[in-house]
T-cell receptor, first 110, second 115 residues
Framework: GQNIDQPTEMTATEGAIVQINCTYQ??????LFWYQQHAGEAPTFLSY????GLEEKGRFSSFLSRSKGYSYLLLKELQMKDSASYLC???????????FGTGTRLQVFP | DADVTQTPRNRITKTGKRIMLECSQT?????MYWYRQDPGLGLRLIYY???????NKGEISDGYSVSRQAQAKFSLSLESAIPNQTALYFC??????????????FGPGTRLLVL
C-alpha cells in the first residue's frame, strides 16, 4: 500500500525557521514534491527531490532520505505570506501520478 | 492570462442533477488530471489522461466520468450529483518528461456544492 504522513497544523513566528516533516511508505518511489497552497487557491510547486540530500531554493529547502522514507521542507526567515498549507506528494513508478499527503497548515504569527 | 483555467469557478446544484466541469490549458501539455480536495483528506485523483482519447481511472472514479476530445481540454462530469460530491475540484496538467522533474500545474479550482 501507500501512506503519506505529515503534521496537520504548525505555528511559527515571523522571522523564525520552521521544518515540516513528511514520511511515506510506497512502492516504486520515483520522486517527492512539495507544494504550497493558500486557502481556496491552487497548489503551486515549491520543490522536487528524487535523490538523497538537500535542495535549496532561496528561503525554502527540501531534504530527502529514501532509505528512511522521509522528507522535510525547511522555511527560513518566515514571512506572514508563508501562512498556507504545505502538501507533500510522492510519485510512483514512471507515471506522473502523484499521491498526496493531507497537508500541513502553517500559521505564521507576528 | 492563466495557463490552466476551470469553469465554472463556483457551482451550486441539487441532488440528481447532471453537471459538467471544464478544464482548458494553453501550456501544450499532453497530460491532464482531475482531483478533488476535501478537508482533512487532501487531494485525491479522480481521473487522468495522458493523451487525447486516453482515459484512466484514479483512486476515486466512482460517480464521475471524463472526456478528452482535444489536447487542451479535459471535462469532468457528475452524471447524478450527490451531496458527498461537494468538494473543491482541481484540474492539473503536466508534460511527459523522461527526466521526471516536471511538476503538475494546477488550475484555480471549482467549488461545487450539492444540495
Amino acid at each position: 500500500g501507500q501512506n503519506i504522513d505529515q503534521p496537520t497544523e504548525m505555528t511559527a513566528t515571523e522571522g523564525a525557521i520552521v521544518q515540516i516533516n513528511c514520511t511515506y511508505q510506497t512502492s516504486g518511489f520515483n520522486g517527492l514534491f512539495w507544494y504550497q497552497q493558500h486557502a481556496g487557491e491552487a497548489p503551486t510547486f515549491l520543490s522536487y527531490n528524487v535523490l538523497d540530500g538537500l535542495e535549496e531554493k532561496g528561503r525554502f529547502s527540501s531534504f530527502l532520505s529514501r532509505s528512511k522514507g522521509y522528507s522535510y521542507l525547511l522555511l527560513k526567515e518566515l514571512q506572514m505570506k508563508d501562512s498556507a498549507s504545505y502538501l507533500c506528494a510522492v510519485r510512483r513508478g514512471n507515471t506522473d501520478k502523484l499521491i498526496f499527503g493531507t497537508g500541513t497548515r502553517l500559521q505564521v504569527f507576528p | 492570462d492563466a495557463d490552466v483555467t476551470q469553469t465554472p469557478r463556483n457551482r451550486i446544484t441539487k441532488t440528481g442533477k447532471r453537471i459538467m466541469l471544464e478544464c482548458s490549458q494553453t501550456k501544450g501539455h499532453d497530460r491532464m488530471y482531475w482531483y478533488r480536495q476535501d478537508p482533512g483528506l487532501g487531494l485525491r485523483l479522480i481521473y487522468y489522461s495522458f493523451d487525447v482519447k486516453d482515459i484512466n481511472k484514479g483512486e476515486i472514479s466512482d460517480g464521475y466520468s471524463v472526456s478528452r476530445q482535444a489536447q487542451a481540454k479535459f471535462s469532468l462530469s457528475l452524471e447524478s450529483a450527490i451531496p458527498n460530491q461537494t468538494a473543491l475540484y482541481f484540474c492539473a496538467t503536466s508534460v511527459n518528461s523522461p527526466r521526471g522533474r516536471e511538476t503538475q500545474y494546477f488550475g484555480p479550482g471549482t467549488r461545487l456544492l450539492v444540495l
